[in-house]
């Protein structure tokens, strides 16, 4: 769904991700190779929901994780490291300095297929590339360091449309791991929803209804944890990192977007992008 919204996005000429597209169709999944023929029908959801609409809201949270890479970048760090990578192309579309090691992290098969089908279009990586196969539930700490992760030195970590895909436990224990694997200058970004109520009550039906007009079957209820969970902004501040929030409004603004105001939206209204840089 990321990837084939990401490839609207690229179609629009509003970010570069030649990568997203091939990846999708190479998945295979109906409604998101639809979406790319041009039969999904957007305007029966809602007037205003063009293709272009639909790709402006992973436009600015593209655009959010790209310039936290970025800012590292100029700043000398040479180590990234992209969780729960998925279809994430950006260990071969950003343009990484010299030097510079991206690391992903996501299960073996995930991995696989996606090396594999990049390979296979003959896409290269722009920096030093390396695949630590692993499940986040695992001891990815240890696989990231078996694969050379060097901790003295500054990393630049991404968890993007992550965190309400764990439970609230595993979202500190998370934050704590990376902590500790980083080095005074490390940045981070991520987002944060502090509502997740809103998949699985009464306005979630909204949601629901949408993804069937779209002739998909899939429950996000099924996918997300509830619970009462840290704030990541007080969380990461209380363990000497400096944190900058932009909430989604903010964030569609500074992109030149004005944010829909249709039910689902109103939905995700709260959603803050956060990063934050490690003081040590």
């Given at each position: ?203 979630s039906q909204v949601l629901r209804d949408r993804i069937k007009q779209l002739g998909s079957d899939l429950e996000m209820a099924d996918l997300v944890y509830q ?11 209380e363990r000497g990192w400096d944190v900058t929030v932009a909430p989604i409004r903010e964030a569609h603004a500074a992109n030149d977007f004005e944010y829909p ?20």
């Amino acid at each position: 769904m990321v990837a084939a919204q990401r490839a609207l996005g690229h179609r629009e000429k509003l970010i570069e991700d030649p990568y997203a597209e091939p990846l999708v169709r190479a998945v295979g999944v109906d409604l998101f190779t639809r979406m790319l023929d041009g039969d999904v029908d957007f305007t029966a959801i809602d007037p205003a929901y063009t293709p272009r609409r639909a790709a402006e809201g992973m436009v600015v949270r593209t655009r959010f994780f790209d310039q936290m890479f970025l800012d590292g970048a100029a700043d000398g760090v040479r180590q990234a490291v992209i969780l729960a990578a998925g279809l994430d192309a950006r260990g071969y579309r950003l343009p990484w300095p010299d030097g510079t090691v991206v690391y992903e992290v996501d299960q073996p098969e995930v991995i696989a297929f996606k090396t594999t089908t990049l390979g296979d279009i003959g896409a290269e990586p722009t920096a030093t590339h390396r695949t630590v196969a692993v499940d986040l539930r695992d001891d990815w700490p240890k696989a990231l360091q078996d694969n050379g992760f060097d901790s003295t030195q500054p990393t630049s970590w991404s968890a993007e449309g992550l965190l309400i895909y764990l439970p609230p436990e595993a979202q500190d224990k998370l934050f704590d791991h990376i902590t500790a694997l980083s080095a005074p200058g490390s940045r981070l970004a991520t987002e944060h929803v502090p509502d997740l109520a809103a998949f699985t009550d009464d306005r979630s039906q909204v949601l629901r209804d949408r993804i069937k007009q779209l002739g998909s079957d899939l429950e996000m209820a099924d996918l997300v944890y509830q619970g009462e969970r840290s704030d990541p902004v007080d969380y990461l501040t209380e363990r000497g990192w400096d944190v900058t929030v932009a909430p989604i409004r903010e964030a569609h603004a500074a992109n030149d977007f004005e944010y829909p105001d249709d039910e689902m939206s109103q939905m995700m209204s709260d959603l803050r992008y956060v990063s934050a840089v490690f003081r040590g």
